[in-house]
Nanobody, 120 residues
Framework: QVQLQESGGGLVQAGGSLTLSCVAS????????MGWYRQAPGKRRELVAV???????NYGDSVKGRFTISRDNAANTVYLQMNSLKPEDTAVYYC??????????????WGQGTLVNVSS
C-alpha cells in the first residue's frame, strides 16, 4: 500500500508564504513524477506544479513566478514553496505521485489533501 502524507497547509494572509510537503511511503519501484493539484470550492481540480524524475518542472499559469516545486528523490518527498499568496489560491491542495509498483504495473496515488486558506 503506497501512501502520500501531506503537511504544511493552513491560514495565511495575502502576500504571505507557505511551504507544503508530501512524503511517499510504501512499496514503490520507481517514481516518475510528483506534483501538486488544487481544488477550490465549486471548481475543478487543476494543476499547480509537477516535477519529473529528471528535475524538469511544469507549472499552472496562475502560479508561475510565485510557486516553486522541488523534490528530494532519496526521501521520496516533494515540496511546494508558495510565495505572494492571493485569496484566489485558497483551495485544498492534493499531492500526486505517478510511477511503477514494479517493472510492469503503473502506480498512481493521490494524497488526502491539505487546506490552504489565504485571507484578504
Amino acid at each position: 500500500q503506497v501512501q502520500l502524507q501531506e503537511s504544511g497547509g493552513g491560514l495565511v494572509q495575502a502576500g504571505g508564504s507557505l511551504t507544503l510537503s508530501c512524503v511517499a511511503s510504501g512499496s514503490i519501484f520507481r517514481i516518475n513524477a510528483m506534483g501538486w493539484y488544487r481544488q477550490a470550492p465549486g471548481k475543478r481540480r487543476e494543476l499547480v506544479a509537477v516535477v519529473d524524475s529528471d528535475g524538469s518542472t511544469n507549472y499552472g499559469d496562475s502560479v508561475k513566478g510565485r510557486f516553486t516545486i522541488s523534490r528530494d528523490n532519496a526521501a521520496n518527498t516533494v515540496y511546494l514553496q508558495m510565495n505572494s499568496l492571493k485569496p484566489e489560491d485558497t483551495a485544498v491542495y492534493y499531492c500526486n505521485l505517478q510511477g511503477y509498483r514494479d517493472y510492469f504495473r503503473h502506480l498512481g496515488v493521490w494524497g488526502q489533501g491539505t487546506l490552504v486558506n489565504v485571507s484578504s
